[in-house]
């Protein structure tokens, strides 16, 4: 049986989360934004760099997320 790649996207940031645009089991392009984010009155999209299929959400909107926490699992 083949192993599943996870590709596990982490805040670069402190920020608080806005919104989470996607939900599980919904295919993603490269590109596209799978969590908002807001730091220093900016909002900042966190975008994917490879297509796939959203596997977890870690992050809800309101939670504040500190550099290199997990916010998406992507397989």
Do not use: F
Not at 22 to 32: H, L, P, S
Not at 57 to 69: A, F, N
């Amino acid at each position: 049986m083949p192993r599943e790649h996870v590709n596990e996207i982490l805040a670069e940031m402190v920020a608080n989360v806005l919104s989470v645009p996607v939900e599980v089991g919904q295919k993603v392009a490269a590109g596209d934004t799978v969590v908002l984010l807001e730091s220093m009155k900016m909002e900042i999209p966190v975008l994917t760099e490879t297509a796939g299929t959203v596997k977890a959400i870690k992050v809800s909107p309101g939670d504040v997320v500190q550099e290199g926490d997990p916010l998406v699992t992507l397989s």
